[in-house]
């Protein structure tokens, strides 16, 4: 969607998510647990570099400003309080609840697009899914299957909603909330480029359905390349699948349940694609190994994610 000049409702919606950011600073939001600050020795954890990437994205942070993986050091400190002075907020180098809520709201978005990606056979993989998403995640959007040479194959349904620690009880379960931020365990699907291969079924096809399953397995860009880090021996997020499900009392075309950070598409999609991909396109259903690291195959696939709007945020 493009921005219009003027939007009188955008104006509102300023203020009102402004209003939101400054009520919800009592407490950490998650994926935050405790506060941050400089230690001898240093803190250290997963916490620290979601931090440090999000302040890496802040024009008001001193540059360079290169995160130090999982190490709250003297640089990082100082990038607090870079931060907390663009904000308006005391300056003592602490993140708290306030710079928690400020940095999520303001530098979630990664600002990543696939504008110029080469061809999938160009960056040396045989297929490609790309997806469009909205800042909500209940909306389900059309993603495409691409070949090696980014010819389209496929346009599917797909949603990329994570789980809802505010939604009903109970599974599957259903929400129109935005879902959990991309940097929880299992909040939304996580934006950027990344590594996709092909794996055969989960064990469990009522969660999973009874087909061969979509790994992410490494991020490139955007968010999934530090959420997604597979040089860390327990990176932020593993296990991101596109998989669908036999959830009981659901049939197409009704919206599908949230995930646990996954994407669900439909079952004949799914079904299509995986035939699609290894009759035709030489693709290979690698044994599903249920996400142990290190990942011992070669990735045949891409995907890329991205927030539609996301580059026209603050």
Not at 8 to 14: F, Q
Not at 60 to 67: G, I, L, N, Q, R
Not at 115 to 133: D, F, N, R, S
Not at 211 to 232: A, Q, W
């Amino acid at each position: 969607s493009v921005r219009s000049r003027y939007n009188p409702m955008e104006k509102h919606a300023v203020l009102l998510f402004s209003l939101l950011v400054v009520v919800s600073t009592t407490q950490l939001p998650p994926p935050f647990t405790r506060n941050l600050y400089l230690t001898n020795p240093p803190m250290t954890g997963k916490d620290v570099i979601i931090l440090q990437n999000l302040l890496a994205r802040s024009p008001a942070v001193s540059k360079p400003f290169t995160p130090t993986f999982e190490t709250f050091d003297a640089t990082t400190s100082e990038a607090v309080k870079d931060f907390e002075r663009s904000v308006n907020i005391t300056v003592d180098g602490i993140m708290g609840p306030e710079v928690a809520n400020h940095a999520l709201a303001l530098f979630t978005c990664d600002h990543w697009t696939p504008e110029g990606l080469p061809t999938p056979k160009e960056m040396g993989y045989k297929y490609a899914v790309h997806i469009p998403v909205y800042r909500n995640r209940s909306h389900q959007v059309q993603a495409k299957l691409l070949s090696a040479t980014g010819d389209l194959l496929h346009t599917f349904t797909a949603r990329l909603h994570g789980f809802d620690r505010y939604g009903p009880n109970g599974w599957p379960h259903y929400s129109d909330t935005i879902g959990e931020n991309q940097f929880c365990g299992f909040g939304n699907t996580p934006t950027g480029l990344g590594e996709l291969d092909l794996n055969t079924p989960e064990d469990d096809p009522k969660a999973f359905g009874p087909y061969d399953i979509h790994r992410i397995v490494r991020g490139l860009e955007g968010n999934l390349k530090f959420v997604c880090n597979i040089t860390s021996n327990d990176p932020i997020r593993n296990g991101i699948l596109i998989h669908t499900g036999e959830w009981p009392g659901w049939k197409p075309p009704a919206a599908m349940p949230n995930s646990e950070g996954c994407i669900h598409i439909h079952p004949t999609d799914l079904k299509y694609m995986d035939q699609l991909l290894t009759t035709h396109y030489g693709v290979v259903a690698h044994k599903n190994l249920g996400g142990k690291l290190p990942y011992p195959y070669k990735s045949q696939g891409v995907i890329a994610i991205w927030e539609v709007g996301c580059k026209l945020n603050p």
